[in-house]
């Protein structure tokens, strides 16, 4: 089984300061994990995504996860938020088990996080 | 290129009616999966679609069905609407059947009165 969680529901930050965004996951299996952004009535866009590289993840506009296997985590970071970041962030786990994935992605509850002037 | 193109955008219906919800993957995507998110809530894993088979089901009862054309294009039918069933279903493709990162739609947002 697999799952995921985001320790917070809200997160607020003033503009020019950085943004963590945290995750944590469980899996049975070598996990292949990532990040969503949604904008208001908009669809998910991929920011970032680790799949057994590299485990520090470089994404669009600026954003950066580290996986920790010790610590199942895949926390998102910025170092100076702008006001264009404000939208909702979704983690998400997959898994590949004996090389085989059916595609399934679990999403966290979300994170929204609300940037100020 | 296009992305993934979803139709209609926005759906009244009334209980008890029908739906069909329509999804167009990016070229060259072979694999479309469906995911249905309730107000307040992360997606929820409906369907995947890979080379026009069902790969996976999440957990939703037999009103829920899909299925993939030869195009890769792919239709999500839902009978008997509940209120509950009021959600945003988004489509994504992927160029394969492992998970290389999907691409979503835009969304139908339902709503059931």
């Known amino acids: 089984a697999q799952s995921v969680t985001q320790l917070d529901s809200h997160v607020s930050v003033s503009e020019g300061t950085p943004v963590l965004l945290r995750c944590n996951y469980s899996s049975s299996y070598s996990p292949s994990l990532f990040w969503y952004v949604q904008h208001p009535n908009k669809g998910l866009q991929l920011l970032l995504k680790?799949?057994?590289?590299?485990?520090l993840v470089k994404g669009i506009n600026g954003f950066e996860a580290e996986f920790k296997k010790s610590e199942t985590s895949f926390h998102l970071t910025k170092p100076s938020a702008h006001m264009s970041d404000a939208a909702e962030y979704f983690c998400v786990v997959s898994f590949n088990a004996g090389g085989t994935s059916y595609g399934k992605l679990t999403f966290g509850q979300g994170t929204i996080l609300t940037v100020h002037p | 290129d296009a992305g993934v193109t979803q139709s209609p955008t926005h759906l009244i219906k009334t209980r008890g009616q029908h739906v069909t919800l329509r999804c167009s993957p990016i070229s060259g995507h072979k694999s479309v999966s469906w995911y249905q998110q309730v107000l307040g809530q992360g997606p929820q894993f409906i369907f995947q679609?890979?080379?026009?088979?069902?790969?996976g089901r999440g957990n939703f009862p037999d009103r829920f069905s899909a299925r993939q054309f030869p195009n890769y294009s792919s239709e999500l039918n839902v009978n008997a609407l509940l209120l509950g069933d009021s959600a945003l279903y988004l489509c994504a493709s992927s160029p394969r059947d492992r998970t290389y990162g999907y691409t979503f739609g835009s969304g139908t947002r339902l709503t059931v009165v």
């Open positions: 680790y799949t057994s590289a590299a485990t």
């Open positions: 679609y890979y080379e026009k088979e069902e790969r």
